[in-house]
Structure formats: structure tokens, C-alpha cells
């Protein structure tokens, strides 16, 4: 019994500790929003922002992708690491497109691998959860550039398209 009254007592004290620590931690208002991000006169990129108190807070990875640095991450340091060296910015090489845009080029450019030409069975797919192309049953990553977009490099890299069908 006095194991029990003992129990009882010691999930009150910790029950009421974290009702009290609860009540001091401060609640704060902010929204998410949407603004186009344009850096030296480049394309612009739409980025979601946290805005809190008339501050945009942008992820950092997005951000790092459009001045073209890499970024890393040590869990153990708990460190944000951005590259001193530039890579390639995908907004220079013309290979940024929106998803429909790309499906569209594709089926113009290789109409034999639409279904309409293919006995119903599309050569050309898309599955967004992956950021896969699946062209002829290859396989292409293609790397998402802010809402909605994609970084077609991979197929320019192979051949499949030019710089030019994607403007």
C-alpha cells in the first residue's frame, strides 16, 4: 500500500511539474508565405517563407541551391555546412521546367512514346514522390527547384533533350 501512495504521489509531482513548465513556454504567430527569391538579375524562384514578426525566414538548402553553393549537415556538431566553392547554377543553364511542361516537351519531341502511339502504354512517366522521370524504362532523379519545378539536367546530360526544347 505505501508502494502505492508513494507512486501516486510521485505522477502528481512529475504530472504538475510539466503543467507548469508548460504554462511558461511562449506561443507565438506566424504564417507561412510565398515570395519570388531573385538573385542578380537570375530567373526568379518562388520560395515559401515562415514569416514571424515582419521577418521571412527561408529554408536554408533552398536558398544555398539558388546562389549555387552545396550544403552538408554534421548531426553530431549540429552544423549547417555551405560550400565555399560554387556549383553549377541549374537557374544559368536553362534547364529548370515545371513538371507538365516537361511531360508536354517530351511527348512532342518522341510523340512513338506517347499512349496514343504506343498501344495505350505511356514510354514517358513521372512519379513525384521519388522526383523520377522514367523515360524508355531508364531511369532519371531529377532535382526539385522550388515549387513545382525541376532541374532537367539529367536529360539534357543524356541526350533526351537540348537546352533549347526546354525554353
Do not use: C, W
Not at 504567430?29 to 515559401?48: G, H, L
Not at 552545396?70 to 536553362?94: C, F, H, M, P
Not at 532541374?151 to 546530360?157: C, G, M, Q, T, Y
Request: hydrophobic fraction near 35%.
Amino acid at each position: 500500500m505505501k508502494k502505492m501512495i508513494v507512486g501516486l504521489v510521485a505522477g502528481l509531482l512529475i504530472g504538475t511539474t510539466g503543467t507548469a513548465i508548460a504554462a511558461q513556454t511562449e506561443t507565438v504567430q506566424a504564417v507561412f508565405a510565398k515570395f519570388n527569391v531573385k538573385i542578380d538579375s537570375k530567373q526568379p524562384t518562388e520560395v515559401e517563407a515562415l514569416v514571424y514578426d515582419g521577418t521571412s525566414y527561408y529554408p536554408i538548402r533552398v536558398i544555398a541551391d539558388i546562389l549555387g553553393h552545396d550544403v552538408g549537415y554534421d548531426d553530431s556538431s549540429r552544423t549547417i555546412n555551405l560550400s565555399a566553392e560554387k556549383k553549377t547554377n541549374v537557374q544559368e543553364t536553362n534547364s529548370v521546367t515545371g513538371i507538365r511542361e516537361l511531360l508536354e516537351t517530351l511527348g512532342r519531341k518522341y510523340p512513338e512514346l506517347t499512349p496514343d502511339k504506343n498501344g495505350g502504354k505511356s514510354k514517358i512517366s513521372f512519379v513525384p514522390y521519388e522526383n523520377t522521370l522514367y523515360f524508355q524504362d531508364k531511369k532519371y532523379v531529377l532535382n526539385p527547384i522550388g515549387e513545382g519545378r525541376f532541374d532537367a539536367k539529367p536529360l539534357i546530360d543524356a541526350g533526351i533533350l537540348t537546352a533549347e526544347d526546354i525554353q
